[in-house]
């Protein structure tokens, strides 16, 4: 009969086959997002390859440059597509750059956040008690202030850098993985196949990670992608402020902030090329954020 | 001293609170604040035994107490009063450590076949998981025991790779049969194991359930409210009403002499083809009391149509009237004789 054993079928096989991939297929909206994130994520890796001038190094700008408008207005060049600021920097490559700085801290900020969001979602809503409602409370708290005030508040703090601007994300962007967490996991915990696990003898750790784990993950991706377009918002709102990034280290916000000055000059592009393509990378990180909540949480919607 | 039964339960209690944070109790009554607690009273001192190879059926209507009562004989809720015996050796107070070994003599078949398999674990996965945890099992020869454990249940090595949302209800519990299974325990608690099935997919898992009974020579407790069910799959039943144990014995004693009004009322109201329903007279009227407050007394005393003064000021113990048949009712105490020893013990 059955001697020789059908092979599990590969992820992306079973990926390929499930109602997800089939309505993504579907859904214009969604691959459009897709298509943006796709050709964000190209930009970010392919980076220097993609520009003639490295912005960061002085030697190749040239002051003579500054100030030049893009190449389809009268004056500019095409060697610099989007025009150049008032250093000679060139508009394109400092998106380009800016975008790696940008997408750096969203990822990483996500990432953070989504860990210790979630280890702490897991144990308030499995144990219960105590911790759970000092948790839960501290959320609370938090939650009752605009989560750019308390990043601010924590920057001016800490001072500039990515690696403030890091912790100040992460302490914004946990509250939303513990909550929804949270709740996943008092509904799946009274479920009998946690009882189940009980009865096979795991312990407490090992339910949390085999059984309770996988059945809270799927919020928490709708979460975490629609968050990298709200972390890279915040990011740039704190760096348009002077309390982000270093101005060694422009991210995308930061190039608004450095053409905001001479923006009523008529010299425009120097902050509204990078200002749409911040637009443009929120827009499809939340149409497929939007089409992933559709899809995998209908209640949500 | 006479041979200990596989399982004894003498007096078990199970209380829950049910009154929830501090804020959801604060009542103000009368002009004064108060944050009373409201307890629930699932098992109200159950005591029974259960012999080697023996099916005990239990049967109540929704709601007394008889999932409370298999969870916490499994150790999933903490008992309030009680004990429990395993072979001899009292578990009642054990931790999670010291449950190990003993999770490996009794296992548990859930109610709902949708809800007790993690829908993202798979099949050959699930089987073995009691049997990695207890049992020593390792990586390596879990799929060999995976393939033995479905062939038994009548699944194929085909369903090994597959996950629970591609089965039906029936072929979900006997894969939940072969977890329980896999750690070849002496006694199977199983709670409602068909109520959730079509009626032609039961008969088949209570048949599955009685073979493997009789290969592997291990107990059942076995929980239903359907009383085809019971008859069909128990050796003695057990009768349970708002967490009491009103009424046990031999299957044939309680189907063809029941001696307990409740049971009387139980097994009238159960329709049969071919038999009017009983007159209205002899039907059971009212509702259940409350598992918060417990009537003084006998609990049934409130729908009993035989109450008299004393079952409202003395709870009746469950006493043996003969023939292996015991009776928690003031009406059977003119025909007690003394308990034997192995019998069960008075409730609480």
């Given amino acids: 009969m059955a001697t020789n054993m059908p092979a599990a079928p590969s992820a992306l096989r079973r990926f390929m086959a499930s109602e997800l991939a089939h309505n993504w297929l579907r859904s214009a909206s969604a691959i459009a997002g897709s298509i943006i994130i796709l050709g964000f994520v190209v ?23 500054a100030f030049k408008p893009p190449m389809w207005l009268e004056g500019g060049t095409g060697q610099y597509i989007l025009g150049t600021d008032q250093q000679g920097r060139d508009v394109w490559a400092s998106i380009v750059y800016g975008s790696r700085i940008s997408l750096f801290i969203g990822l990483a900020a996500m990432l953070g956040s989504a860990l210790i969001g979630a280890t702490l979602g897991l144990v308030a809503g499995f144990y219960g008690g105590r911790l759970d409602t000092v948790i839960m409370r501290i959320a609370d708290i938090q939650l009752s202030f605009p989560s750019v005030l308390i990043a601010l508040v924590l920057m001016s703090a800490f001072g500039t850098g990515v690696d403030k601007v890091l912790i100040a994300l992460v302490s914004v962007g946990w509250v939303v993985y513990a909550r929804t967490v949270r709740g996943a996991t008092l509904r799946e915990k009274s479920r009998e196949y946690v009882q189940a696990a009980r009865v096979s003898g795991l312990p407490n750790h090992k339910i949390i990670l085999k059984h309770v784990l996988p059945n809270v993950l799927t919020p928490l991706i709708v979460i975490a992608t629609i968050q990298v377009g709200t972390f890279i918002l915040i990011e740039a709102s704190l760096s348009f402020l002077g309390v982000g990034v270093p101005i060694t280290q422009p991210s995308l916000g930061l190039l608004i902030k450095n053409g905001f000055d001479v923006l009523f000059s008529g010299l425009w592009w ?9 637009m443009l990378v929120v827009f499809g990180i939340n ?11 209908p209640r949500l919607k | 001293m006479s041979e200990e039964p596989l399982l004894r339960v003498d007096g078990l209690e199970q209380r829950f609170d049910a009154s929830g944070s501090l804020f959801d109790r604060l009542r103000f009554e009368n002009g004064r604040i108060s944050a009373p607690r409201r307890i629930v009273h699932a098992v109200n001192g159950v005591s029974l035994t259960i012999a080697r190879g023996e099916v005990l059926g239990l049967v109540g209507e929704s709601g007394c107490g008889k999932s409370s009562l298999a969870k916490t004989i499994i150790k999933l809720h903490e008992p309030t009063a009680g004990r429990i015996m395993l072979e001899g050796e009292d578990i009642t107070g054990y931790g999670f450590q010291r449950m190990q070994p003993v999770r490996r003599k009794m296992q548990m078949i859930f109610q709902d076949p949708y809800a007790s398999l993690n829908p993202r674990q798979q099949v050959s996965d699930i089987v073995v998981e009691p049997w990695r945890e207890v049992a020593g099992g390792t990586s390596g020869d879990a799929h060999e025991r995976a393939m033995q454990l479905l062939a038994k249940v009548g699944l194929g090595a085909e369903h090994a790779a597959r996950y629970p949302h591609q089965f039906s209800g029936g072929q979900r519990q006997r894969i939940g049969i072969a977890r329980a299974l896999s750690v070849n325990p002496d006694l199977i608690i199983a709670d409602e194991p068909v109520s959730a099935l079509d ?7 209570l048949n599955l359930m009685l073979d493997l009974k009789d290969d592997f020579g291990f107990s059942y407790l076995f929980i239903t409210h359907d009383l085809s069910v019971v008859r069909f799959i128990s050796d003695r039943i057990g009768v349970m009403y708002l967490g009491f144990m009103v009424e046990t014995g031999p299957r044939d004693a309680i189907f063809d002499n029941p001696r307990h009004p409740y049971t009387q009322a139980l097994l009238k109201a159960a329709p049969r083809i071919g038999q009017p329903l009983p007159p209205a007279a002899e039907q059971l009227t009212g509702e259940v009391p409350s598992a918060f407050v417990l009537p003084q007394g006998c609990a ?4 009993c149509p035989l109450a008299h003064a004393r079952c409202a000021t003395e709870r009746p113990a469950l006493k043996h009237i003969g023939a292996g048949q015991s009776v928690a009712c003031h009406l059977h105490e003119a ?4 308990l034997p020893a192995a019998a069960l013990s008075a409730a609480a």
């Fill in chain 1, 43 to 65: 930009m970010v890796t392919a980076g220097p390859y993609l520009t003639a001038q490295n912005p960061y190094d002085v030697r190749q700008l040239d002051i003579m440059e």
């Fill in chain 2, 335 to 338: 025909d007690e004789t003394p």
């Fill in chain 1, 287 to 297: 149409l497929l954020g939007d089409f992933l909540r559709d899809e995998l949480n």
């Fill in chain 2, 300 to 303: 049934f005393r409130t729908r």
């Fill in chain 2, 199 to 205: 009626v032609s997919i039961q008969a088949q898992i």
């Fill in chain 1, 270 to 278: 120097i902050s509204v090329f990078p200002g749409l393509f911040i």
